[in-house]
């Protein structure tokens, strides 16, 4: 097996003589067979060939460096940030683009006429253990990145159609593009045709300026080519679901290593699963990025372990949950939309919080699945209303209603030593909360109180309503809101925590969570003037709203 280096290199090498060899009026006709005449004259007036690009995967910045000059290529490093082509590799990888540290170098080379071209070389560094391995191994089989550029001499709309006109009427097809503000160049792609004679199957477009007017139309027409495709990942959402579930129930993570790979054999033993069929298992995990693959076996990526028990951060309980109970009602999803009630109910002959407070390790389950969203929380102690609070000379309290198990208020007593809290909780969840509190060093500082809305504790100095109003239709909240009021004195604060709707529709998790809310607990998100209405209702008034963390948002609210 080769190495990755010396892989890349040959890789490199081959497109590096490709460039060198070809020329515009030469590889147009090898492109599109059949072009020639007056229409290959005026494509090679207005696009000439630039470059080939290649998608490598150094380790490092050291390693790209040493590729390079075994190719004979000089070029300055760091690379320029690829928009594009990371966008188009989180896609399809099903990764944040964030994760992928994706760079352009354009290291320049001589072709056989004298042209001065270059061989674009896409970078995306895998650093060791970085969970990236399964993306290069799937790259370089396919090759995706791999093209053939032009560049649009005179930048012309006009042009630009007549271009793109005559590429599909010789069988190229769109296949996305984007704009890269970097270098403030448009770039076009399209797949070329079945009958074009060069190894590369992918053709670019360049065009200097921003021209993201006309790549609209390009996009639209590529999604349009590609519906069942895109329909058949979507349909596929329950499989990844219960996947990542069952590799959660069975504890692989836990037998799993960051730092080196563990085989299936050994693995299956300890989880007591069949070898083949945790196999199969573990090879879809590869596919969504939570296990990569290797010659000493599996080993766990950095997305992975957050479905391990006990390490900062978990996610694991939110797994369970998300592929347990919750999972088994949203297949009732459909009765909800046909009549209103809610499926949780409809499934399990009760609501979810009477449901799971009969069954303590349900519970237990859903409490931490609460708390395993606590990303969410991380600015929250930093807030105005906190921070203030915290500087009053003879101190003040923080009541966090309907706390769950003290995570968020243990945040904040712990950013603030001179804050002290109030927590309530029903009766089956309170005794967790102070089990936490108090193994956190904070219990002399914060009282657990067993009670329900009715009995929000009087005279604090900041109140939280974290999660707790989505969880309610509106009647019910305006009942919350003004048990809050009641309790609050003239100078308090109250802040709330959701996920608030959009106003322009655009994407958020807080649309996801709107469905769930329907469908589990009769709930939903609301939008911010949605959330305005329901406190003005309850002598309260909206002061000011801030983000946080996966899509949430506090709400500053005070007496009207």
């Known amino acids: 097996m080769i190495t990755t280096l010396s892989g890349d290199t040959s890789r490199l090498l081959s497109t590096v003589d490709f460039v060198k060899e070809q020329d515009t009026a030469t590889l147009l006709p090898l492109l599109f067979p059949g072009l020639d005449g007056p229409e290959l004259r005026t494509l090679v007036e207005y696009c000439h060939f630039s470059h080939a690009a290649l998608l490598v995967f150094p380790s490092d910045e050291a390693e790209l460096c040493a590729m390079l000059t075994d190719c004979g290529l000089v070029a300055v490093l760091p690379p320029q940030p690829s928009v594009v082509v990371r966008g ?23 072709g056989a006429d004298g042209a001065r071209r270059t061989v674009e070389v896409l970078a995306l560094t895998v650093p060791t253990g970085s969970g990236l391995d399964a993306i290069a191994v799937a790259e370089r089989e396919r090759q995706h990145e791999a093209h053939v550029a032009f560049e649009v001499v005179a930048p012309d709309p006009l042009v630009l159609r007549g271009l793109c006109a005559t590429f599909a009427r010789y069988g190229a097809t769109p296949d996305g593009g984007g704009y890269n503000p970097h270098e403030n160049g448009t770039v076009f792609y399209f797949d070329a045709p079945a009958e074009a004679k060069v190894e590369y199957r992918r053709v ?85 990025g939570a296990v ?3 010659r000493d076996g599996f080993r766990l990526t950095e997305l992975g372990a957050l479905l391990r028990a006990g390490v900062p951060g978990s996610m694991r309980a939110l797994a369970l949950m998300y592929g347990g109970p919750f999972y088994e009602s ?9 009549t209103g009630q809610v499926a949780f109910e409809h499934l399990f002959g009760e609501n979810h919080f009477d449901h799971f407070a009969r069954d303590p390790q349900l519970a237990e389950l859903f409490d931490q699945s609460m708390a395993a969203g606590s990303a969410m929380f991380d600015p929250v102690p930093t807030h105005p209303a906190l921070t203030a609070a915290a500087e009053a000379p003879d101190g003040a309290t923080v009541v966090d209603v ?10 904040v007593l712990a950013a603030h030593p001179s804050l002290n809290g109030v927590l309530l909780e029903r009766p089956h969840a309170v005794e967790a909360a102070r089990r936490r509190l108090e193994e956190a060093g904070l219990g002399t500082r914060c009282a657990c109180v067993a009670g329900d809305f009715a009995d929000v504790p009087a005279g ?6 974290s999660r707790v109003l989505h969880d309610w239709d509106d009647e019910r909240c305006r009942e919350i809101l003004r048990h809050c009021a009641r309790a609050m004195p003239d100078h308090a604060d109250l802040l709330v925590v959701e996920r608030v709707l959009p106003s322009d ?56």
């Open 88 to 110: 188009r590799l989180a896609v399809r990888h099903q990764r944040q683009a964030a994760e992928l540290d994706v760079g352009i170098l354009r290291p320049t080379v001589v």
């Open 204 to 288: 670019e477009l360049y065009v200097p300026g921003d021209h993201r007017d006309l790549l609209t139309a390009h996009l639209d027409e590529h999604r349009a080519r590609q519906p069942a495709e895109t329909l058949l990942r979507l349909l596929t959402g329950a499989w990844t679901t219960q996947a990542l579930s069952t590799f959660t129930q069975l504890r692989v993570p836990d037998a799993m290593d960051v730092e080196r790979g563990v085989g299936v054999e050994e693995l299956a033993r300890e989880v007591g699963a069949r070898p083949r069929n945790l196999a199969t298992l573990l090879r879809y995990l590869t596919m969504l």
């Open 292 to 294: 990569t693959e290797g």
């Open 330 to 338: 949203f297949a009732g999803l459909g009765h909800t939309v046909r």
């Open 402 to 411: 309907a706390g769950g198990n003290g995570e968020l208020l243990g945040r």
């Open 460 to 465: 604090g100095d900041v109140y939280v309503l």
């Open 505 to 560: 529709g655009s994407v958020s998790l807080a649309t996801a969570w709107d469905l769930h809310m329907m469908c589990n607990v009769g709930g939903r998100e609301r939008q911010a003037d949605h959330y305005g209405r329901l406190f003005a209702d309850a002598g309260l008034a909206l002061m000011d709203q801030s983000p946080l963390p996966l899509d949430g948002n506090v709400l500053h609210v005070r007496k009207a």
